[in-house]
């Protein structure tokens, strides 16, 4: 048990570490919260493998600092989740406020050892909180509820996870030394989890940016030429090809038509009865029809990418969704004709 989480903890370091260099494409301050997780992502997985081989014991200092990064994956989470759903959201000293208890529980855990046990548990409570809070914010979004399907699995697995750490801790002062291994374990399965998902739904964070902005109750173009800017998206899509940029968001491309999110998100849905990344799939996905049909020689994957798929697995999935078909099987089907 011991020798398979500390290669699974070795696993999830290297993939967030690729996950902290990878391009993104939030707002500023959801890149930086983002950053932050995965940085305490990686402590709490070294700590954690460390302390099971044997090289690290939990005195004052290390206590303090690993304490302090489960306590901060719970805020953390919630305040990034919350500037993806509001681009327009910016920071304020009151979110601040999120981490004080956090720091107040890790200091006592670690200056009274006799608590540690306790505040370990706690931890996990406030965590369980944010995601229940999380996973409210998100049942909210009545129209795509079924889209997010993903993340109210995860946030109720870690609820699960979060009631059975506080159980244990209640009836046992050594929670941490047996529930070390497996805690490691399952994070490693989140991470796998989280980057299928961003490999096969690469569209899902936009997705989940654009339904958020959408719970408007009044129309938000009564100021807005809207067969003007249809025209503008239009030139941006056929003449620019904007579509071939990978980080091409729902923010960057109403920024280039002068536009708050929402308005775009609105525009399109209402004028064009679909969403934004429903719109963007669609330009792509016509692009590399045009590409496979014309271009025999050049490979499928490289046809992908072209178009601003930022992976083979995202190109098939889109692709597969419009055509049923895999896009190699789709250019032999057209070839033959």
Request: charged fraction near 15%; proline fraction near 2%.
């Amino acid at each position: 048990m011991s020798q398979i989480s500390i290669a699974l903890a070795g696993f999830s370091i290297i993939a967030l570490v690729l996950l902290f260099f990878q391009k993104r494409t939030e707002t500023k301050i959801a890149k930086i919260l983002a950053r932050l997780l995965l940085c305490v992502l990686i402590v709490i997985q070294w700590i954690q493998a460390m302390h099971i081989a044997d090289y690290l014991l939990f005195d004052t200092v290390l206590s303090f600092f690993y304490l302090l990064a489960l306590g901060l994956v719970g805020p953390l989470f919630f305040l990034y989740s919350q500037h993806v759903m509001q681009t327009n959201m910016i920071w304020s000293r009151q979110e601040s406020w999120h981490f004080l208890p956090v720091i107040i529980l890790a200091l006592l855990g670690s200056f009274f050892s006799d608590y540690f046990s306790i505040v370990y548990s706690l931890m996990f409570l406030l965590g369980g909180t944010y995601m229940f809070r999380l996973a409210w914010s998100l049942y909210l979004l009545r129209e795509r509820r079924t889209l997010f399907k993903m993340e109210f699995l995860f946030t109720t697995i870690f609820l699960i996870w979060s009631m059975g750490v506080v159980l244990v801790g209640m009836l046992s002062s050594q929670v941490m030394e047996m529930l070390l291994p497996a805690q490691i374990i399952m994070l490693s399965i989140l991470i796998a989890g989280a980057i299928h998902i961003q490999l096969n739904y690469p569209h899902l964070l936009s997705s989940l940016e654009e339904f958020a902005s959408r719970q408007y109750q009044t129309s938000t173009l009564l100021n807005v030429d809207c067969d003007a800017i249809k025209n503008q998206l239009e030139e941006l899509m056929t003449v620019k090809k904007i579509y071939q940029d990978a980080e091409l968001s729902l923010s960057s491309c109403a920024e280039a038509l002068s536009l708050k999110p929402h308005q775009l998100s609105e525009l399109i849905n209402t004028q064009l009865d679909m969403s934004f990344s429903a719109y963007l799939r669609q330009q792509r996905i016509k692009a590399s029809e045009i590409l496979l049909k014309n271009e025999p020689e050049v490979s499928v994957l490289a046809v992908g990418l072209s178009v601003g798929f930022s992976s083979q697995s995202a190109f098939y999935s889109a692709f597969k969704d419009i055509h049923a078909i895999a896009p190699g099987q789709w250019r032999r089907q057209i070839l033959t004709k």
